[in-house]
Every structure is written in C-alpha cells, then in structure tokens.
C-alpha cells in the first residue's frame, strides 16, 4: 500500500497522522471581487477606518456578527459610544474561497493557478553560531527495509459503550483469542491490537482470505458473557519499511505517517500490559506519588511516540506527570473534598460531580469485584431515598434494602448514594461500599494550588531529568524490544547525541549605551523612549495599617528616575473595599478626566475574579491599570521587582524600553538590511481552549501586530469562535482574513506606509493541522491584500512556534551550561533530530530559571522572502529578547507571547462575566461578548495587554 497516499487514514493520537488536506470542490471558483476596493494607502480608508464599526446581532452564530445594511423599515445604525471601540470595521464581507486544483491541493491565489500551496520543503541547514554537543531524549531505531506488516480490521462483539467506557477490556480479550487460536492462525506470528478496531502482524496470516468469526472463552461481570465473538477482517492495508527508505534516499518527499503510528502501537503493546497507560503514556504501578488534595495524587511516567529523523526512524521518551484519582473509598473521597461533612448541597455535589461523572469504582458485597462507572451522586440520603425491590415490589430506602438483601448494615446512612450505569435500570449504591478503581487519569479542571504543585513537583534539573528519563526508557525498550525485533525494529537504551550550535544574543539600544544581553539576560539602562506620569492615581484594596502610598511613590520615583521616568505626585489616592471598586473607580475616572494611569494594590491571594474587574475597568474607560499584589511589594519587594513594573508600565504608555541592534555579526547585519530595510509587520497569534469540564465555552483567538521597526508598539485583536461545524474548540483562526484587515490598516494609519513583508509566528499548531493552517490563515492573509489593494502582494513568512512537544536537549560537557545546567540561551539543533523533509528546527532562547528548558520547535510553512535558515533561526532569537516585561530573553518571540497575553486577558475576563455556557439551546452570543471585550478607543495600538 502507497503510505503516502492522502486519503489513508490518520494515526493515533493528537497532532499525528498524515496532515489532512481539507475538502473543496475541484475546480471551485472564488466569490466575485469588490468591484471598487478601497485601497490601503487612500485618505479614505485612513479615514473611514479609524472607527470600524461591527454590529451586534441579536441571534445565534459563530461569532461573527451580520453586517447589514438600513432598509426602508429599517432605521440606520446608531453611532457608537466614543468610549468604545468597536471590533470590526463595516466594510462588506467578502467570502474569497479558496481555489483547488485536480488533485485537491489548494491554489496559491499569489501565483498562477498551476501552482498549489504545500508544505515547505527544508533547503538547506543553518552553520552560524558555536558548535556544541547535545545530548537528547530521543532513542535510534534500526529497520529492516524490506519489512512488510499486514493490516487486520478487528470487531469485538460487545456494545461499543462498554469497550468505550473500558479501555483494557477489548486488549484482554484480544489477547485470550491469541492464546486461544495460538496453533491454529498465529504460529510464529505476533499480532499487536490498537484497542479499538485495528490489528497488525509481522507476518501474513496463511489462510485468512476473508471474514472470519471466532468465539472466545472470556468471562467478566462487566460483559456477563460466557463467550464473545471476534471478527478477524483482512484489509489491502500492508505496511512497507521501504516507504520510509524512498524517503531517505530522497526519491519523495510523502511521508508514511501511518507506518509511525504503526510503530507506535507495536512499542507500546507490551508495555500496556503492566503499565497504567492512555494514549502514548505509560505510569508504573506502585510508584511512590505525590497527593495534590481532594482526592487527586500526581503520578510519573513516560511518553513514547515514533518520530521520523534526518536518517532514521526515532523513538522520543519523555518524562510525564499526570494527575490521577487515589484508589479509595468513595466516602473518603467525599471527605477530602468536604472534610467532616455528612449531607451536601445542591452545588456543592454539583462541584463532587463534576469529578464523579464517568469515574469507575468497583463493590465486593456481591462476594466478588464488580465495576461500575458513576452517573452521579444523588442528594437524597441512603436512609431516605427509597427503591423497589425487584423481589417484592415493595418500596424500601436503600439502607433497608441492603439490610434485608445483603446483611449489610449501612454505618453512614447518611450519606448520599451514587447512580451508576445503565442509566435506564436506576443502579444505587451507598457510598461507604465504593471503592475508586486505581488507574483513573482526572481530566477537570485543577485548582490553582494544585497547577504550582504539579509545577513544583515536575520541575528537575537537567542532569536529574536526564537520568530519569534514561532509566524510564530502558525500562520500556527492554519491555518493547522482543515483540519490536519481530517487526524488523531494533531498539537502542542509549540517548541519541547531536551536534548544535549556540547563536550569538543582539545588542540592545538603550537611550545612553548599549548593552550586550548575555546568557539570556542584561543590566538595562535608561528606556529608549520613557515616557512621563504627569497624571495618575492610585487605589489599594489593602488596609492604611497594611499599604503606606508615600512610601510607595517614593519607591516608584526612585527607580523611575534610573529608568528615565518622571514621576508626578498622584492626583488621587483611595483606599478601598472590593465591593465597592468599580463604583469608585468610575467616580474617580469622572472627576479626573486627564487621568493616564492606575496603580490598584490587590490583597494577598486574590484571585481572577478581583483581577478581572480591575482590566473590566480598563477596557471600559480607557484609563491604564498596573495590578500589584501586597505581598509582591511588600515580601518580595526588590529594584529589579520594581524595574519590572515601570518597564510594562513605559510599554503601556507608548514608550520604547530598548531597541534591538543588527550590528554582532555579518549576519545579523545582513539580517537588519534584509528584514527591516522596507516597512514589515511581525504578527503573533494564539488560540486558547477550555478544560472540558468547564461548558461549551468558545475559544478565544489572540493576534497582534508591531506598528514600528522596534517591535515595541503593537495593535491587537480578539475574537471568540466555535468550530464552524459543531460548536467545540477550535484551533484555526476563522476569522483571520477580516482580523488582517483591520491590521493593516493600523499599519497603514500608524507608520504611514504599508508593510512590504508580513512576518508571521503562530503559537500551537499542531503538525495534523498544518495543511489546514495553510488554507484557512495564508490564505486568509492573502484576501485580506487583494481586498485591500488588488495589486498588494507583500511577502509572507509563516512560522509555526510549538511548545508543547517532548523534546528535551542536555550539554553533554558539564563546562557548556548555564547556570542553571540548562542548555545555554541560543542552541539552536536542525539536523539528525529533525523532520527529514520540511523546514523545522529547536531554539532554545533562554536561560533556565527552575528545572529543565523545553526548547521551542518552529517549522517554517511558507516562506516568499526566501530567507535563509540562518537568518531564519537569528530572527527569530532575537525576536525572543523583545519581550518588554523584563530584561531576559523568553522562551518564544515577543509577538507569539503577546498574543498569548491577550487571550489570557479576555480569558480571565471570559470567566468573570459568569455567562451560562452548559445551556446548548440558548448559548451567549459572541459577538455582544466581544463587544464587551473590545479595547477602549484610548487604548488603541497600545499593548496594554503587557
């Protein structure tokens, strides 16, 4: 079988599998263009757009509101508040489709229609920097190439919730038909099951031409059947180890996604026989774990997933923590939730749900194990909630029906019972003889104690992680490398060594020098451009005996003088209570109309909500915010603390805290000219999701945009959105080409040209979806131009920012690291470890703090510039020391954290406003939440989401 053929399905997992080519009509032709579109350098457009103005629908949608024009029964739109800012502007819609050719590959509206947008292919390696030996978590693997492994299609007969509902039963009973037809169909064959429908076997089966059905002996009281039919189905599907070597040998550039996923269901196997394992991850039995409280323990595994090398197939193990439920009585959970209670509230089993539904617990009193999964916990007490007994039909409580049935007698019948599965046949069982089965991942929400925890926990230094990590991974080669060798895979225990480069860090311009950022971090001087505070104010919610305000603007004055910052006495202090904030906050706004600024002192252990109705105020009056907490001032107070402030505080308003300098190296030099030389617009975006357990809230998707050379300036947008087809989260920004737009033309007003080059990072794109990013986002960058000008083709480079991925990088002499034993800041890797076809490499941009650095993996998609990927990989490091907030270079650049920032900022907000999300039939509508999410007309092309 053609591995590479685009309609193959897709591998296990999140992010996996071939990158799928999403639908179109062949031949698809876009909508009619703007006969006159207004272009992005008229006076009118500067004009016009300074005030986009979006309507907000009454109905239901996906968050885009419907742009209407007055009809004659209809008045025209009312003109907005001046203090609000709307979202979008009101320039007609245009649905530009995207355009496809035969073989359904999307066509590059940039260039002719014979040319389809791909992928970008690697065209060379990168040679500036130090040279440095790296050590990695990834593990060689040598096949045979001429391996061929024979795909089976797998039916258990037993209703799918069952199997659903328990992952280990179909591989038990998978592997007692094994056993059981050993010498009848798998003599010297060693099939392996991906617990759902597919089997694979090194050899082909002799004899096996068609369906066939074969009883199995398996008896378990969640079947509570005797025996249990499988069906054995041959495919055409046959998995050929001389895919990967045309590969290799440069002869196509398709790779075998399903020959990784193959190979990861082989690895994992044996391992998911005594391991606790989901997905690619496996957590040893009886390790000591760490309790996070309510019930809730921290387990530690490993995550094993096959990955394709310059040279080679690779296996990447990571270590891997996990929040699991303790194995423990029902009741006792109860108790670690809601210590020395008996009865509950109406919310408070709502909160206890939330973590019951779908949990497994197992009874005895039957005389013999028996599981069952929870419906939920009932309010009514066992002594009160009364039953039918099937036996007499007489109605009795649940305490006396075990008292009569089973000679129990119930100790805490007090306490509620749980419904559990089926539903329809009304299951009840006290809690006191529940037992949480062991192994039960919790996938709600976290608290925030819990989230530092885990943090605390997992955080280990390199030379500590590394052993770790070693260790794990022989344990599961050694467990992995019998039935693998069968495959034709020969496993190595030792981590694969590479050679990296460390890339030298920018000057940085300040107002009276220049500093060298080294090691990932710098002593700054005066701001480039400060900027003063003639007109601020400041409130605490901490008491007078806890907060003295003189002390406070002594401090700000001192280190503000240092930093080139001017302060004035405030023109108004007040302390207050939490309650009454914004009722005096807008009171004070009204009789201080100049007002630029507002210190708010918070009380130790606020949470989001207080923070929220601080920037609830700042988006609604216009009036910047700078959130303190006490203690931060107070117990961790220093200058640098300090100096951190006034540095968002100077980027709020306006000012430039350092520039970057392209002068270290030819390089760079060459980096500056060819980069900044005309106008270029850098742009970061990010989507962010919700915990499952927390409704059908939308995601919210962050862009932001520089508006000067410096990169310290940036203009931004949020939108809220659901998939389009089923209201869950989604990834792809849908909205992206009305977003870019509104951008542009803040370029255009702001800088008063237009951008030349549009550089753009994009935060979390999985490699599953990096076709659909294609299609939804360049394209959308493309429209946004021909709508704006037809003629505007400015050159685009999108770069995808992965953080989210288990690659980890070590020095393997003790003398190269940083002072934390991290690889120093700037080792950048894009050999051996790195996808063997497209344009990928790891940077590690900045110094280690607390445990052991992930690098960032970017992949260059599309690329119109041509740039190198030495200027590639230098950009995009020195992007990563502009991050206002402090004088360090970050983990990824400046434009991508930003984005981040913004959703986070609308996030917290999102929470505030209490919205019912669980009500499928009446959802909030989007676009009146983006409305109250939009920026103050004072706050435009400010970043005051630093």
Same mark, same amino acid.
């Given at each position: 079988m053609n591995n590479s053929n685009p309609n193959t399905p897709r591998g296990r997992g999140r992010g996996r599998g071939k990158p799928t080519q999403t639908t179109g009509p062949v031949g698809s032709t876009p909508a009619t263009p703007q006969q006159n579109p207004t272009p992005i350098n008229s006076p009118q457009n500067q004009n016009e757009q300074k005030s986009p103005q979006r309507n907000v629908p009454t109905g239901r949608g996906r968050g885009r509101a419907q742009h209407k024009k007055p009809?004659?029964?209809?008045?025209?739109?009312?003109?907005?508040?001046?203090?609000?800012?709307?979202?979008?502007?009101?320039?007609?819609?245009?649905q530009i489709a995207p355009k496809y050719d035969a073989n359904g590959k999307i066509i590059n509206p940039w260039t002719s229609k014979n040319k389809t947008l791909e992928l970008m292919h690697r065209k060379d390696y990168g040679v500036e920097g130090k040279p $440095?030996?790296?050590?990695?978590?990834?593990?060689?693997?040598?096949?045979?190439?001429?391996?061929?492994?024979?795909?089976?299609?797998?039916?258990?007969? $037993?209703?799918?919730?069952?199997?659903?509902?328990?992952?280990?039963?179909?591989?038990?009973?998978?592997?007692?038909?094994?056993?059981?037809?050993?010498?009848?169909?798998?003599?010297?064959?060693?099939?392996?099951?991906?617990?759902?429908?597919?089997?694979?076997?090194?050899?082909?089966?002799?004899?096996?031409?068609?369906?066939?059905?074969?009883?199995?002996?398996?008896?378990?009281?969640? =079947?509570?059947?005797?025996?249990?039919?499988?069906?054995?189905?041959?495919?055409?599907?046959?998995?050929?180890?001389?895919?990967?070597?045309?590969?290799?040998?440069?002869? =196509?550039?398709?790779?075998?996604?399903?020959?990784?996923?193959?190979?990861? $269901?082989?690895?994992?196997?044996?391992?998911?026989?005594?391991?606790?394992?989901y997905g690619r991850n496996y957590f040893p039995r009886g390790q000591t774990v760490a309790d996070l409280g309510n019930g809730i323990q921290l387990w530690s595994g490993s995550v094993m997933a096959v990955k394709p090398g310059q040279w080679k197939l690779l296996v990447n193990i990571d270590e891997k923590h996990t929040a699991f439920y303790k194995e423990q009585s029902l009741k006792d959970f109860l108790t670690s939730i809601y210590p020395n209670r008996q009865s509950f509230k109406s919310f408070e089993i709502s909160k206890i749900n939330d973590h019951l539904k779908g949990l497994q617990v197992q009874v005895t009193h039957n005389g013999h194990p028996r599981k069952h999964r929870v419906v939920a916990l009932k309010e009514e007490p066992a002594n009160k909630h009364l039953m039918t007994d099937n036996n007499t039909g007489l109605k009795m409580t649940i305490e006396s029906y075990f008292k009569k049935n089973k000679d129990i007698t119930l100790q805490f019948p007090q306490l509620p019972c749980v419904q559990v599965e089926p539903k329809n046949r009304d299951i009840y069982l006290p809690v006191e003889l529940c037992t949480i089965v062991e192994g039960q991942r919790c996938i709600r929400s976290l608290s925030e104690k819990q989230i530092a925890d885990i943090i605390r926990t997992s955080a280990k230094r390199p030379d500590v992680k590394k052993r770790n990590i070693d260790s794990a991974a022989k344990k599961l080669i050694d467990s992995s490398y019998e039935l693998a060798k069968s495959y034709g895979l020969e496993l190595s225990d030792r981590p694969m060594k590479v050679k990296g480069r460390v890339l030298q860090a920018p000057n940085l311009n300040y107002g009276n020098g220049s500093v060298t950022a080294s090691a990932g971090?710098?002593?700054?001087?005066?701001?480039?451009?400060?900027?003063?505070?003639?007109?601020?104010?400041?409130?605490?919610?901490?008491?007078?005996?806890?907060?003295?305000?003189?002390?406070?603007?002594?401090?700000?004055?001192?280190?503000?003088?240092?930093?080139?910052?001017?302060?004035?006495?405030?023109?108004?202090?007040?302390?207050?209570?939490?309650?009454?904030?914004?009722?005096?906050?807008?009171?004070? $706004?009204?009789?201080?109309?100049?007002?630029?600024?507002?210190?708010?002192?918070?009380?130790?252990?606020?949470?989001?909500?207080?923070?929220?109705?601080?920037?609830?105020?700042?988006?609604?009056?216009?009036?910047? =915010?700078?959130?303190?907490?006490?203690?931060?001032?107070?117990?961790?107070?220093?200058?640098?603390?300090?100096?951190?402030?006034?540095?968002?505080?100077?980027?709020?308003?306006?000012?430039?805290?350092?520039?970057?300098?392209?002068?270290?190296?030819?390089?760079?030099?060459?980096?500056?000219?060819?980069?900044?030389?005309?106008?270029?617009?850098?742009?970061?975006?990010?989507?962010?999701?919700?915990?499952?357990?927390?409704?059908?809230?939308?995601?919210?998707?962050?862009?932001?945009?520089?508006?000067?050379?410096?990169?310290?300036?940036?203009?931004?947008?949020?939108?809220?959105?659901?998939?389009?087809?089923?209201?869950?989260?989604?990834?792809?920004?849908?909205?992206?080409?009305?977003?870019?737009?509104?951008?542009?033309?803040?370029?255009?007003?702001?800088?008063?040209?237009?951008?030349?080059?549009?550089?753009?990072?994009?935060?979390?794109?999985?490699q599953g979806q990096f076709i659909q990013t294609l299609t939804e986002e360049i394209a959308g960058i493309q429209a946004a131009c021909k709508e704006l000008e037809p003629d505007y083709q400015p050159k685009i480079t999108y770069i995808n920012a992965q953080k989210r991925h288990h690659t980890r990088l070590y020095c393997a002499e003790p003398r190269d690291t940083d002072r934390s034993g991290n690889v120093p800041a700037g080792t950048v890797v894009d050999?051996?470890? =790195?996808?063997?076809?497209?344009?990928?490499?790891?940077?590690?941009?900045?110094?280690?703090?607390?445990?052991?650095?992930?690098?960032?993996?970017?992949?260059?998609?599309?690329?119109?510039?041509?740039?190198?990927?030495?200027?590639?990989?230098?950009?995009?490091?020195?992007?990563?020391?502009?991050?206002?907030?402090?004088?360090?270079?970050?983990?990824?650049?400046?434009?991508?954290?930003?984005?981040?920032?913004?959703?986070?900022?609308?996030?917290?907000?999102?929470?505030?406003?209490?919205?019912?999300?669980?009500?499928?039939?009446?959802?909030?509508?989007?676009?009146?939440?983006?409305?109250?999410?939009?920026?103050?007309?004072?706050?435009?092309?400010?970043?005051?989401?630093?």
């Open positions: 009809g004659a029964d209809e008045p025209a739109q009312q003109t907005p508040s001046p203090e609000k800012e709307p979202l979008a502007n009101q320039v007609a819609e245009l $440095i030996d790296l050590y990695t978590n990834f593990y060689e693997i040598n096949h045979k190439p001429t391996m061929k492994i024979h795909q089976y299609e797998i039916t258990i007969e $037993i209703p799918e919730k069952i199997l659903k509902s328990n992952k280990s039963l179909a591989v038990d009973i998978f592997n007692r038909m094994v056993s059981d037809y050993r010498d009848v169909y798998f003599t010297g064959i060693h099939p392996v099951f991906d617990g759902s429908r597919i089997m694979y076997t090194n050899k082909r089966i002799p004899n096996l031409d068609k369906m066939i059905q074969l009883p199995v002996k398996f008896q378990s009281n969640i =079947t509570r059947l005797e025996a249990i039919n499988i069906q054995i189905r041959p495919t055409q599907g046959v998995i050929e180890f001389s895919e990967i070597e045309k590969v290799y040998k440069n002869e =196509t550039k398709d790779l075998p996604y399903n020959l990784f996923s193959c190979a990861d $269901i082989i690895l994992g196997f044996m391992p998911k026989m005594s391991y606790v394992s971090q710098w002593r700054g001087k005066r701001m480039k451009t400060s900027r003063s505070l003639t007109n601020w104010g400041l409130m605490s919610m901490a008491s007078k005996d806890r907060f003295d305000p003189r002390k406070f603007k002594n401090d700000l004055a001192k280190e503000g003088s240092n930093m080139g910052i001017i302060f004035s006495d405030p023109v108004v202090v007040r302390y207050v209570e939490e309650r009454n904030f914004l009722r005096i906050g807008e009171e004070i $706004i009204e009789q201080h109309k100049n007002l630029q600024y507002m210190f708010v002192i918070l009380p130790p252990n606020t949470n989001n909500n207080t923070y929220s109705m601080v920037k609830e105020m700042e988006v609604s009056s216009g009036v910047l =915010t700078q959130c303190i907490r006490l203690d931060t001032y107070q117990k961790k107070f220093k200058p640098q603390t300090l100096g951190n402030i006034l540095l968002k505080t100077n980027t709020k308003l306006g000012g430039v805290n350092w520039e970057l300098a392209y002068n270290m190296s030819p390089l760079a030099n060459q980096m500056g000219k060819f980069v900044f030389s005309e106008p270029v617009m850098i742009v970061g975006a990010d989507v962010t999701h919700w915990a499952r357990d927390e409704g059908n809230k939308p995601s919210i998707a962050g862009v932001v945009c520089t508006l000067d050379r410096a990169c310290s300036k940036y203009a931004s947008r949020i939108r809220l959105q659901h998939h389009k087809r089923n209201r869950t989260s989604d990834e792809i920004i849908r909205d992206f080409k009305d977003i870019m737009k509104e951008l542009l033309i803040e370029f255009r007003i702001t800088s008063k040209r237009k951008p030349s080059k549009i550089l753009y990072y994009r935060d979390g794109v999985s050999r051996e470890i =790195t996808n063997p076809i497209h344009f990928d490499f790891y940077l590690n941009s900045h110094s280690g703090i607390q445990g052991t650095n992930r690098p960032c993996h970017y992949t260059v998609l599309y690329d119109d510039s041509d740039m190198s990927p030495d200027m590639v990989q230098l950009l995009t490091f020195y992007l990563c020391h502009t991050y206002a907030r402090c004088s360090r270079s970050v983990s990824y650049p400046a434009p991508t954290y930003y984005a981040h920032l913004l959703c986070a900022r609308a996030r917290t907000m999102l929470s505030a406003m209490r919205l019912n999300w669980f009500d499928a039939a009446k959802p909030p509508n989007l676009s009146q939440i983006e409305y109250k999410l939009a920026q103050h007309k004072n706050l435009k092309n400010i970043s005051y989401f630093v």
